[in-house]
T-cell receptor, first 111, second 113 residues
């Protein structure tokens, strides 16, 4: 079964860049890596998705090394409103449509 | 454009009862997945439906079941409720079977007493 590993929590200050890494050793060849953000009592919200190398959108960047066994979500210049739990999502290497969320990383942004 | 709608938003049930939760995906989305979220276990995959077919199922007992209708709306049912079934149940939809950019609903908070 695909497993992902993320740091349980991270602290940052407003205006800093935050990098959250996810390990996913059993990623399948055609699986994409997706990151979500979740606030309390809300469903996760899509942040960014990628397959390899680097992807950037208006809110984040995603770095994926050549072996694809890990990925790093980069949040530039975080603000207090970025305090949330961040999950990486990859497919199950054995079952394409059986998705596993990582344990999530609780990001605390301080003023 | 309406998002993923889950009803009801909150629900309180007694042990032994059964419950049905509803999910209306974004218009045009044919894939619907269900997740259970608890403080102890985090987000756990329940099942995924595409075009009325269950394509995959997580590691939950048979008390948890679901279905998808021709209009892509989905329901999940939990029978013989246990206290441990108390959780936030989340539904997510996407446009195609290989699209991992799911849009989640706000969830149904189920409390079993």
């Amino acid at each position: 079964l695909a497993k992902t590993t993320q740091p349980i929590s991270m602290d940052s200050y407003e205006g800093q860049e935050v990098n959250i890494t996810c390990s996913h050793n059993n990623i399948a060849t055609n699986d994409y890596i997706t990151w979500y953000q979740q606030f309390p009592s809300q469903g996760p919200r899509f942040i960014i998705q990628g397959y390899k190398t680097k992807v950037t959108n208006e809110v984040a960047s995603l770095f994926i090394p050549a072996d694809r066994k890990s990925s790093t979500l980069s949040l530039p210049r975080v603000s207090l409103s970025d305090t949330a739990v961040y999950y990486c999502l990859v497919g199950d290497g054995d079952n394409f449509n059986k998705f596993y969320f990582g344990s999530g990383t609780k990001l605390n942004v301080k003023p | 454009k309406a998002g993923v709608t889950q009803t009801p938003r909150y629900l309180i049930k007694t042990r032994g009862q059964q419950v049905t939760l509803s999910c209306s995906p974004i218009s045009g989305h044919r894939s619907v997945s269900w997740y259970q979220q608890t403080p102890g276990q985090g987000l756990q995959f329940l099942f995924e439906y595409f075009s009325e077919t269950q394509r995959n199922k997580g590691n939950f007992p048979g008390r948890f079941s679901g279905r998808q209708f021709s209009n892509s709306r989905s329901e999940m049912n939990v029978s013989t409720l246990e206290l441990g079934d108390s959780a936030l149940y989340l539904c997510a939809s996407s446009t195609s079977e290989w699209n991992y950019g799911y849009t989640f609903g706000s969830g149904t908070r189920l409390t079993v007493v």
